[in-house]
């Protein structure tokens, strides 16, 4: 939303005259204002359009301002509206303390001074305005960012394929060359030993390439699923590291998920794991995937050192790299991570919502409101 769009402004009361009275004291303003003379039309109103500022009368039949508020902060949409409340009687401080606990922002009373209530009912479009604008900004920022990693994820993708394919076919060509010509008879000892030391360095380094390989990205997150990857990255771990590993899925027979969302669990998994080996002097480390159907589950823990009290509540200056690109690929599809410690060692739980079959990014999701009746 720019500066120069006009936002809409509701205005309640049962009596058409003061509703009258608040349109020509807010008409120069020049924002587009709706008129609601009981509190069903309003909420209609309210389901129908984006409002910056709701001003209300707070004795009305039927349902009185206070009732209405809460209703109205209580549906996702609105739980930031501003409501001006408007009243000759319910002045006392428990009566505005009452408002205030219902989502009121301010109270107004009567007689009306057109003056103070423009310049109160502008403060509160220009802050709607900027929430709007900053709004605006991280959705930008969101969708930039998902690019970023998305950008990342290709990248990694390439690589591997390029060492795998390029450069690991052409050593292991280089391999075969030299066996045909260790097979050679006039080969003195020394020369077939060096061509066997030969050999055995292009077969540590094309162990290397597969192992760099698979790391940026393995072949079987896109062939057969994260589970499998999951797997091999696990098995991969208990070698190098010495750490017993488990994984356990729900369903065993875990489903495939969009590409998006098992590369960014994957990635979340891997630098959870890296962590483990690195850091926390585990013995055991178990991961645990769970379907439930509207969002996936996951579960970290290992029996380690544990986690700093600041870095698990991810604060500013205690957290690394790694767990921040963790927090940020979960935030990116929609997601929220946990860190706690488990005495022994270390708990990290992911959460992330499953998106629906025609969505194709988290960032575009956004929850379904509850309808009034």
């Known amino acids: 939303m720019t500066p120069k769009e006009k936002v809409n402004i509701l205005m309640v009361d049962d009596q058409p005259g003061k509703v009258m009275s608040y349109e020509a004291i807010l008409a120069e303003l020049d924002e587009n204002l709706l008129k609601a003379t009981s509190a069903r039309e309003a909420l209609e109103i309210l389901l129908k359009n984006e409002i910056a500022v709701v001003l209300m009368d707070v004795s009305m039949p039927e349902m009185d301002g206070f009732e209405m508020a809460e209703i109205i902060h209580q549906h996702p949409r609105f739980q930031k509206t501003a409501i001006i409340f408007i009243s000759a009687v319910h002045l006392t401080d428990l009566d505005q303390l009452r408002g205030y606990q219902r989502g009121a922002v301010d109270y107004i009373s009567v007689p009306i001074i057109p003056e103070l209530l423009r310049a109160k009912v502008r403060t509160f479009i220009d802050l709607h305005r900027k929430s709007q604008q900053l709004e605006a900004l991280n959705v930008e920022l969101r969708r930039l960012s998902m690019s970023l990693i998305t950008t990342q994820d290709e990248e990694r993708r390439r690589i591997a394929r390029e060492l795998h394919d390029g450069l690991g076919q ?16 006039n080969l003195g000892g020394s020369k077939a030993g060096c061509v066997q030391e030969v050999s055995g360095m292009i077969d540590g380094m094309l162990q290397q390439i597969r192992n760099i390989s698979y790391l940026l990205h393995p072949p079987l997150l896109d062939e057969i699923g994260l589970r499998s990857a999951l797997g091999w990255f696990l098995d991969g771990l208990s070698k190098r590291g010495g750490i017993q590993t488990s994984l356990e899925t729900q369903p065993a027979d875990f489903p495939r998920l969009p590409p998006e969302v098992e590369t960014a669990l994957f990635r979340i998994i891997q630098e959870a794991l890296t962590n483990v080996f690195r850091h926390a002097r585990a013995q055991k480390v178990w991961v645990n995937l769970v379907d439930k159907k509207k969002e996936i589950a996951v579960t970290v823990r290992d029996d380690g050192v544990g986690v700093l009290e600041f870095t698990a509540q991810f604060r500013p200056g205690n ?17 929220e991570m946990r860190m706690r410690n488990a005495n022994p060692g270390t708990v990290v739980e992911i959460v992330i919502p499953v998106p629906s079959a025609n969505s194709s990014t988290f960032a575009q999701r956004a929850p379904s409101p509850a309808q009034w009746s």
Do not use: P
């Open 319 to 335: 957290t690394g790299v790694g767990i921040a690109s963790m927090r940020q690929r979960a935030k990116e599809l929609g997601g």
């Open 170 to 185: 052409e050593l292991t060509a280089a391999k075969l060359m030299l066996q045909e010509f260790l097979q050679l008879d």
